[in-house]
């Protein structure tokens, strides 16, 4: 026989010794609702089920029954067959008072105290139903039954057996071997882990004694007996459990018994219970079997009178029809029954909102504004009944436009109840809180249609039993931060302070938790007639971004550059539409950023986009978790950053270089810029000295601007010292300067950094030039000045430069101070900066780039390269160069110079009041402009000679500007006779027209350029060949009056012959004076005069400058008719040959004219060809004719001249005819 384990849901689960577990124990397990089926414990829970059972022993002795905790044993184990050894106490007490019997009664109130071992087992009882009795002693005596009723046992027909549980039994050998092969692997792998631990030092040295071995107190070795001892009381335990479950096992028989016999009784139980269940049911059902009372009093109303009043009508007899009549009567009464009612019973009783009420076809129809409408009528004369419902609306929408019937019938009951118990006011409290529901249902709808559509993941809709909340934003400060939400519900509309009013009555409210606090004293404005839960979603997350933009807004603006106005803060906030609100902030001068917030995230989106805005987008929406308090500082982080940016970007642009720091100790830098810095700049200019720094300090006060020199650093600073001894210098800060701006945040434009480098620059300049000064022991001052420009305030220098003069002086052919007395007093003003970019082929290419051939050859454009020391000659380089302004006084100004106005030259001017002359010198940044000053004032000498030869051509020319370099004359204002004397004109005055010669080129080759327009573009090169020629200036002057009638006259005729398609009419220009007219005619064939091939009639004309008597005459003579017969053309001409006219006369075959008049006479001449033209039916000139052109002849000389873009595009074209040519043809003959 072996043993077995079975578990029951009402089982005896043993934690204690084995004398807890007797039958008889004082606890009783509470019997389940019904048995539960017997669950089989599977082979991998066996031992976890003797574990748990034998540690809750261990642990205390508690004992539980009818528990089904974590910790307790859910089966049974038990064993089957010989009851030897096993230990009963089910008669324990009625032993005997044997061996066993004098210690019972103290060992009775023992705890847990096991049986001797020596105790014989006493049989167990046979079932005694079963019809078998054991006989057993008791007491003493002997246990025989007595026949008689042995015999009436054997007599009774017992019933069967009770049901015998068997199921889910498991041997008691498989949990002890089990338990056996888990402690044998438990000290194999406990042996293995000490054969791992380290051994004590000692021990591996080999120095370990006899008395270190038994008195070993090392960690290893205590490591080691704890491991050991830990295993040891693990497996004590183990099998302490297992001792006390087979002690127990061996009374598992009468436990069997026990737990049938419990079962048993339990299911007898629920077989009362069931039939108490079944009776109560019956008694319930039969109810409806039952017969009413007999209604006497109707029955003796009917019997008597035939007929009860209190008996509704059954409509078993249809009444007759109305009629139309009786139907408007019955109407009429109840309208006016209504109206009584109303007026006279109910005035005092009608609730304020049902003021507003119409009576009309039998019914009065209560109208609430927003809410509803219901109908109601009545259904008897006594005013004191009731009225009854009738229809109800709805007066907002979206609604129900037709309620299904089940909701009206509802509405229907409810209603009439109402009018029945409160009357008019309970039927309006019901509607309208009715009505409040179902808005608030509607924005249930809708905001889940929302939340499912539109503003998926944006919102949270929730019911809080009648309110509504609707949660927003909801991911936008992460799980653990702050939330917002609305909450919709119903307000009792009752007054906090006073007294009520009969309007008070309740409505919708809304609450508004705004990150996770509510905003108190906040108007929510909502329309509840047309309901919208998008429009109040957007309203609210509207106030919430206007708050947040507000709030960002108030920050800013008291900041210095937004309080100042120096940078811009606007802010636009839209009651409704959150997507319109925004701030703009200017970071820059033109850079703005615009602030918004995304409605159904809550995101900030900073444009327009740039990386930059996206960086900051990105920190703001995910390290701002309060926004209105802290988005400011994201701003004016980003301000900085982008003030930085321009300087970097603009900054290189215009040569700036973004440094480290060059080596000052952060100590000295400490006592120069402010504390409350935030970040700070280094700054360097290309061009300038390594030891000249720029420092821009930047704080939520703005920036400043400091110009600091060091110590100079070493040629490579960067690299370690060559030893351990050697170290690197110190680099020192040898002056500081904040540059005085006007403006807290200055904007950091082109315009900004170039000022910041001029003003700087002007610093320098005026330091280097008075530590040059002061070395040369020259007397100067410092003194206010305005010619400085208007955006910065520099103070001008005065030097006395008599004795640097003299010395020059020595060294020069002529003396320039020997007529002009220049007083001793110079003023020197900062004008501003130049960068240069100096190649090496620049440098030393010839003897023309000579210093000295520079100086003696000035120009408007010139590089004054002999002031400057020589560049590196390996690679190009950028300098910068510092312009100063030199004034020079002369006590008497010559006559000479009374023609010269205003500006004199690129780099010089001349006052004629005051004689002073004012001179621009350049010169690099640090460097002093004395020895450059100097040379240019001698330079001035050679100005007088320009001058006077331009007072021999007074009558023709007209002097506007003279330099070194260019002189800029005008000329045609006025009309020259014969005799070179100004003639006056009738009508309009002549155009005058600007002429430049140039004569600044290194190869003494002088340029003339003319305007735009210019008639003598045409001849430009002819006149170019005559200024580099003998006549010079001279011819030129001379030609352009004499010319420009003539061409003048030649322009019209070009543009009277564009609009006549039967003729084209060509000018070619031979010389200055010498031009070449030519007509190209199209008459048609006399045999058919529409024919496709008609004749072309070439007429050409000379026009040249001749000589009489001294004066200059234009003769017009024509050329093609050499050798003919007189034809058509002679004939339409004739008039113009034997006529005489202002400033030209006819001379049979030809005319001459004088300058005033050769214009008239080509005019007269190209009237009698277009006459011809037209009088001869000539035919139209084919589409694809030849274009007209002025033919210019080639000049040698025409590489010399570099005219204008304007002029290029006058040479190369022809006037207004020139747009419908497609093709030149030029004939010469």
């Not at 939520?700 to 110009?707: C, D, K, M």
């Not at 008719?1121 to 075959?1149: F, I, K, Q």
């Not at 005033?1156 to 009237?1167: A, H, S």
């Amino acid at each position: 026989s072996g043993f077995h384990a079975r578990s029951r849901p009402c089982t005896l689960v043993a934690r204690g010794s084995a004398s807890d577990l007797a039958p008889g124990a004082s606890q009783t397990p509470n019997p389940p609702l019904l048995p539960a089926p017997p669950v089989k414990i599977e082979s991998s829970e066996r031992t976890k089920v003797a574990e748990e059972g034998a540690g809750g022993a261990a642990k205390g002795g508690e004992r539980l029954e009818g528990e089904s905790k974590a910790g307790s044993m859910p089966g049974v184990i038990m064993e089957n067959g010989s009851r030897n050894g096993s230990h009963t106490n089910h008669d324990r007490d009625q032993r005997p008072n044997g061996i066993h019997g004098a210690n019972y009664a103290s060992e009775k109130g023992k705890n847990r105290a096991e049986p001797p071992p020596n105790v014989t087992p006493h049989p167990t009882a046979s079932n005694g139903l079963n019809g078998k009795v054991t006989e057993r002693q008791q007491n003493g005596e002997d246990g025989t039954i007595p026949q008689d009723v042995k015999a009436q046992i054997d007599q009774l027909q017992l019933p069967p057996e009770i049901l015998h549980i068997t199921d889910g039994f498991l041997p008691l050998s498989s949990l002890l071997s089990r338990l056996a092969h888990k402690t044998h692997n438990d000290l194999s792998k406990t042996i293995l882990d000490m054969a791992q631990m380290p051994l004590p030092a000692s021990a591996t040295n080999g120095n370990a004694s006899h008395a270190m071995a038994n008195d070993d107190n090392s960690q290893e070795n205590l490591a080691k007996k704890l491991k050991l001892l830990n295993f040891a009381q693990d497996a004590h335990t183990e099998w302490t459990k297992a001792l006390i479950i087979t002690n127990w096992s061996r009374r598992s028989e009468e436990i069997n018994k026990l737990i049938d016999l419990r079962l048993h009784l339990y299911g007898q139980k629920e077989l009362y219970r069931f039939a108490i269940d079944g009776l109560a049911e019956l008694k319930k059902n039969l109810v409806q079997a039952r017969l009413p009372n007999p209604d006497l009093k109707t029955a003796l109303a009917v019997l008597t009178t035939g007929k009860a009043p209190w008996m509704p009508e059954l409509g078993y007899i249809q009444p007759p029809p109305l009629t139309a009549k009786e139907i408007l009567k019955s109407l009429e009464n109840l309208n006016t029954l209504l109206s009584i009612r109303l007026n006279l019973h109910e005035y005092d009783k009608i609730p304020f909102h049902f003021t507003n009420y119409t009576i009309q076809s039998g019914r009065v129809t209560f109208d609430v504004a927003g809410e509803f409408a219901v109908d109601l009528t009545i259904a008897d004369e006594d005013p004191e009944t009731q009225f009854w419902f009738i229809d109800f609306r709805f007066l907002f929408s979206p609604s129900l436009s037709e309620m299904p019937p089940h909701v009206r019938g509802h509405i229907d009951a409810r209603v009439n109840e109402s009018l029945m118990k409160d009357g008019l006011s309970g039927c309006y409290k019901f509607l309208h809180n009715m009505v409040l529901t179902h808005k608030i249902s509607e924005y249930r709808r809708q905001a889940v249609d929302l939340a499912r559509g539109k503003w998926i993941e944006g919102l949270k809709v929730e019911s809080l039993n009648r309110a509504l909340s609707i949660q927003y934003w909801l991911d936008r400060y992460g799980r653990k931060g702050p939330k917002s939400w609305i909450i919709l519900g119903v307000h009792s509309g009752k007054r906090k302070i006073g007294r009520s009013h009969p309007k008070d009555t309740s409505r919708l409210f809304i609450r508004w938790f705004r990150d996770s606090k509510e905003v108190q004293d906040v108007d929510i404005p909502f329309n509840a007639v047309d309901i919208s839960a998008e429009l109040l979603l957007k309203t609210v997350v509207a106030k919430h971004i206007n708050f947040i933009l507000t709030s960002t807004h108030e920050n800013l603006r008291a900041k210095p550059m937004f309080a100042s106005g120096e940078a811009t803060l606007s802010i636009f906030c839209s009651p409704n539409e959150p997507a319109e609100s925004e701030l703009r902030v200017q970071l820059t001068s033109d850079r703005h950023i615009t602030i918004r917030i995304e409605p159904i995230t809550g995101r900030f989106i900073l444009g327009p986009t740039s990386k930059l805005a996206a960086e900051f987008t990105y920190r703001i929406n995910e390290q701002c978790n309060d926004p209105a308090t802290n988005a400011h500082t994201y701003i004016e982080e980003l301000r900085q950053r982008a003030i930085m940016d321009d300087l970097y970007v603009r900054g290189s642009s215009l040569g700036w270089s973004r440094l480290p720091n060059p080596g000052v100790n952060p100590n000295d830098l400490r006592s120069v810029i402010p504390k409350n810095t935030s970040q700070f700049i280094w700054l360097q200019k290309t061009g300038w000295a390594k030891n000249w720094f720029f420092c821009v300090s930047m704080s939520v006060n703005g920036e400043r601007w400091w110009l600091i020199e060091t110590t100079k650093p070493a040629p490579d600073t960067n690299a370690a010292p060559n030893s351990k001894t050697q170290k690197k210098d110190p680099v020192k800060i040898i002056s500081s300067i904040e540059l005085p701006l006007s403006n807290v945040s200055p904007a950091i434009g082109y315009g900004f950094l170039a000022n910041i480098n001029f003003f700087a620059a002007a610093l320098v300049s005026h330091y280097t030039i008075q530590k040059n000064l002061h070395g040369r022991r020259a007397r100067h001052k410092l003194s206010h000045s305005s010619c400085t420009p208007s955006t910065v305030k520099l103070p001008a220098l005065y030097l006395q430069p008599s004795k640097m003069l003299a010395s020059l002086n020595q060294d020069r052919k002529f003396n320039a101070g020997k007529k002009m007395l220049l007083k001793d007093v110079i003023q020197l003003t900062f004008q501003g900066l130049e960068a240069r970019t100096i190649h090496p082929k620049n440098i030393h290419t010839g003897p023309s780039s000579s210093p000295q051939n520079q100086a003696q050859t000035p120009g408007a454009g010139q590089q004054h390269l002999n002031a400057l020391p020589p560049p590196k000659l390996n690679a190009p380089h950028e300098d910068v160069f510092v312009i100063s302004e030199a004034r020079l006084v002369f006590s008497s100004p010559p006559a000479a110079l009374k023609i010269i106005k205003d500006s004199i030259d690129r780099d010089i001017a001349f006052h004629q009041t005051s004689g002073a002359f004012a001179l621009r010198i350049r010169s690099r940044v640090g460097e002093s402009i004395v020895p450059n000053l100097m040379e240019r004032v001698v330079r001035i000498e050679r100005l007088v000679n320009f001058i006077q030869i331009l007072q021999t051509q007074e009558k023709s020319v007209h002097c506007e500007t003279i330099s070194l370099g260019r002189i800029t004359f005008t000329y045609g204002k006025v009309s020259l006779d014969a005799k070179g004397k100004i003639m006056e004109t009738d009508g309009d005055r002549p155009r005058e027209h600007t002429a430049v010669v140039d004569f600044s080129a290194a190869d003494n080759m002088m340029k003339l350029i003319l305007e735009r327009g210019n008639p003598h573009l045409e001849i430009i090169d002819h006149l170019t060949r005559i200024l580099n020629g003998k006549q010079g200036l001279d011819g030129v002057a001379n030609l352009l009056p004499l010319t420009l009638p003539i061409l003048q006259g030649l322009d019209a005729l070009e543009n009277a012959w564009a609009s006549i398609p039967q003729a084209h009419a060509f000018v070619n220009v031979r010389a200055a004076d010498w031009y070449i007219i030519r007509y190209n005619i199209s008459l048609p064939l006399p045999s058919s005069p529409n024919g496709p091939s008609p004749k072309t009639l070439k007429v050409m004309f000379q026009t040249k400058l001749r000589q009489r008597r001294g004066s200059p005459w234009w003769e017009i003579t024509r050329v093609d008719s050499r050798g003919r017969e007189p034809d058509g053309v002679d004939a339409a001409l004739a008039p113009v040959w034997t006529a005489n006219g202002n400033g030209w006369m006819g001379m049979r075959v030809s005319a001459v004219a004088q300058a005033n008049g050769v214009e008239d006479l080509v005019g007269k001449i190209d009237e009698a060809m277009q006459k011809f033209v037209k009088g001869s039916g000539a035919a139209e000139a084919p589409a694809n004719a030849p274009a007209t052109s002025r033919a210019k002849a080639p000049a040698p000389q025409q590489k010399l001249q570099q005219p204008t873009p304007n002029q290029s595009q006058s040479q190369s074209q022809g006037r207004s005819n020139a747009m419908k040519r497609e093709m030149e043809i030029v004939e010469i003959d």
